[in-house]
């Protein structure tokens, strides 16, 4: 089964400045999907970024972006100009078609 | 678009109890998760279904049944509810495949087993 790891419980960031959050994952999958999903006080789970295995290039959207590195199997999360908004939960997320699974999350705390 | 619903949204139960918990989804999806969230531990994966009429067991399947009779619904039951049961229970969906794969979420259930 695959697992997931996220290595840092806790982080905080002062706003405007870069943080990134680490994602190792373990699979002997070769075609696979990794995810990050913000999880705000709401509870409601956001999708933040999307990043196909079979693509080489790294996933950005707008201030975030991750570095995909396949044959080391880590996945991390660089979030750019932090903002107050992106305090939350962060998941890291493995999907092959019939199963996802989670890390066990970072708590992402961005400061005035 | 409702996306994911799930019903209901809080629930107490007492111990022994049973009671169902529904996802309803409305984008033709293929696959669908149950996951519970507990603190400190993410996301765990109950039950999962590839289609309709299928399910299959995920990490942490026990005392928990499930069942996909309609492709829009999947129904986490819980027979003889426990206190280790009280957790945030999250429905998921998804495409399984291709460029629109992502998993799209309900809006949790807090359950507590007293």
């Known amino acids: 089964a695959q697992t997931v790891t996220q290595s840092q419980p806790e982080m905080s960031v002062q706003e405007a400045e870069t943080v990134t959050l680490s994602c190792t994952y373990d699979?002997?999958?070769?075609?696979?999907?990794l995810f990050w999903y913000k999880q705000p006080p709401s509870r409601q789970m956001i999708l933040v970024i999307r990043?196909?295995?079979?693509?080489?290039q790294n996933a950005t959207e707008n201030r975030f972006s991750v570095n995909f590195q396949k044959a080391a199997k880590s996945f991390s999360l660089k979030i750019s100009d932090s903002q107050l908004g992106d305090t939350a939960m962060y998941f890291c997320?493995?999907?092959?078609?019939?199963?996802?699974?989670f890390g066990a999350g970072t708590r992402l705390t961005v400061k005035p | 678009n409702a996306g994911v619903t799930q019903t209901p949204k809080f629930r107490v139960l007492k111990t022994g109890q049973s009671m169902t918990l529904l996802c309803a989804q409305d984008?033709?999806?293929?696959?669908m998760y149950w996951y519970r969230q507990d603190p400190g531990m993410g996301l765990r994966l109950i039950h999962y279904?590839?289609?309709?009429?299928?399910?299959a067991k995920g990490e942490v399947p026990d005392g928990y049944n499930v069942s996909r009779l309609k492709k829009q619904n999947f129904l986490l039951g819980l027979e003889s509810a426990a206190p280790s049961q009280t957790s945030v229970y999250f429905c998921?969906?998804?495409?399984?495949?291709?460029?629109?794969?992502?998993?799209?979420f309900g809006q949790g259930t807090r359950l507590t087993v007293v």
């Open positions: 998921a969906s998804s495409y399984g495949r291709g460029q629109r794969t992502e998993a799209f």
């Open positions: 699979t002997s999958e070769n075609n696979y999907y």
């Open positions: 990043q196909e295995a079979y693509k080489q």
């Open positions: 997320a493995f999907m092959k078609p019939n199963d996802m699974r």
């Open positions: 984008m033709n999806h293929e696959y």
């Open positions: 279904s590839v289609g309709e009429g299928t399910t």
